[in-house]
């Protein structure tokens, strides 16, 4: 596993570890920290200061350039504040959202920004809530099959067309005749509950080429394209060569098997039209995703890795590593040990590109976000690595330089005024909870993880009673989660889930037989007990669906990823359970 590994890395067997090869440094603000000639500081925002010995304390947080007097490499210098953006006496709550799976009636079969919207306004204006908490909304390949995961995306700097409400793109109105017959059959995909995401893709890429053939340019689009810059390029550019030689681009020919291959320019060139299209596809993006977020903060969900064979696996060949995947270790919940088929960054490859991949990463998430968790927080400080060929059991962890990463997260957190949250269940090693606190990063608790009752959860933590990966409250209370699993053939840990369902009759005190919908308002009663900063709940249990939006361990079996809500957000807007779940969980949010 070993020599594997560090034959993955580009290290020699027989070394313990591969060179650094640092050409960046990462300090916190008003660190004494010692520079070893003299040289110059060029900063951020321009201007540059000469240095000798120290650096100065007072140095804005920024990214900054350091420049050796005898001629030495460059040094890419990171000043970073101490802790994350958080606001002072933080107390809210919010629904944890499947955005694709919050329809209304003007939706194309999945939910969109729209919605988005629409969901932020209601929760905002009448059930007093201080957030939603958004699952990733990450850009896919553009092309059929569309991947149902939001935790494998083809990039994690760009966005999904399939969210785009198309009657709020420009110039739609002027062509609604021409969309009738598109939306007609976009809306009647919602008559069906399971989700049809290649029939929604076809249907909206239809329309949106429609509008952009008839689109006469925009100075804001001008604005964003130039902002953007290379990046946004090279993502055009794999869509581009994507829809013409297949989603995988360790399988297209050598010519264009990487950004700067010979045949890249060219092929730019020669469709530079459609390298526009898939530019203006993120500014419409861009736009409705700012108008979502204008009620109510948006708290993004940010995937632990993307598809190997996507567009920032494409451009970040060089520092990502695809001859080894990440996953976790056995344990009491997966004996057998977990793959998430996701390509790691190598740390010292990382830390030579002066850390830039993690930097737009993070940064694109926070993208007019109120907040960001980020999935498998753990990640930041270690990464369970499988090589090919081996067994989830056979891997092992790989170091990554936490401080760095975690300098950089406060850094980005801080420009964009959000909080964040941390997904800090699973293996956790000693120490990296308090080390996260440290540095003003919420944990993550969930009831039915927790032995402790609500009233006994941290306050610097965001408190929920289930995740997308867990059972609803309907589906542990009636047992239609157990059946569930056992139906796709999975073999349930089912000793522990009675234990789980026991636990919560005893701290709501209701008999075997109470109906769902009083236990499900009853839990969220003591999930507002605790006093942590964020109390989210989730639309599935504001539905009483006794569903999860994900079955771990199935691919086929079960429909992950692919469930609407059983009702439009209208009818949702109606009812009495997620009133009563948002009166159990309001508080003054206190910032």
Known sequence: TRAAILAA??????????????????????????????????????????????????LPFGYHELRPLDGGPAVRLIVSPDRCHLPPRLRTWGWAVQLYAARSAGSWGIGDLADLRRLAEWSARELGAGLLLVNPLQASNPVTPQEASPYYPSSRRYRNPLYLRIEDVPGAAEARLGLARLAAAGRALNEVRRIDRDAIFRLKMEALDGLWSRFGGDPAFDRYRAAEGEP????????ALAERCGPNWRRWPAEYRRPDAPGVPRFRAEHAERLEFHRWLQWLLDAQLARASGELAVMHDLPIGVDPGGADAWAWQDVLTIDVTVGAPPDRFNTQGQDWALPPF???????????????????????????????????????????????????FVRYPADDLLGIVALESHRAGAMIVGEDLGTVEKGVRERLA????????????????????????????????????????????????RDVGLHPNEEGTRGVRARLRALTGLPDDAPTE???????????????????????????????????????????WALALPMALETLERQLLPHAIAAALRRPTGS
Request: charged share 20%.
């Open 438 to 485: 440290s540095h003003g990063i919420l944990s993550y608790r969930v009831l039915w993880f927790e032995e402790n009752p609500p009233s006994r959860f941290p306050e610097l933590a965001l408190g929920a009673v289930t995740t997308h990966d867990l059972p609803t409250v309907a589906g542990l209370w009636t047992g239609a989660d157990l059946r569930n699993q």
């Open 518 to 560: 009083e236990v499900i308002e009853r839990t969220y009663r003591l999930l507002g007990q605790a006093p942590s900063a964020i109390l989210t709940a989730t639309l599935e249990d504001a539905c009483a669906v006794d569903e999860r939006p994900n079955m771990p361990g199935t691919f086929t079996e079960w429909p992950n």
């Open 346 to 396: 190598v740390p010292h490859r990382l830390a030579a590109a002066g850390y830039e991949p993690f930097v737009q990463t993070i940064r694109a998430a926070l993208r007019h976000a109120g907040g960001l968790r980020i999935d498998h927080v753990m990640g930041l400080f270690r990464l369970f690595w499988i090589p090919k060929g081996m067994r989830p059991a056979e891997g092992a």
């Open 232 to 239: 946004l390029a090279e993502f055009a550019t794999f869509c």
């Open 9 to 58: 890395m580009g290290a020699e067997a027989s070394r313990t570890a591969p060179p650094t090869g640092r050409r960046v440094r990462v300090v916190r603000a008003r660190q004494t920290a010692r520079v070893s000639g003299p040289a110059e500081l060029h900063l951020e925002e321009g201007g540059a200061v000469r240095v000798e010995g120290a650096l100065p304390p007072d």
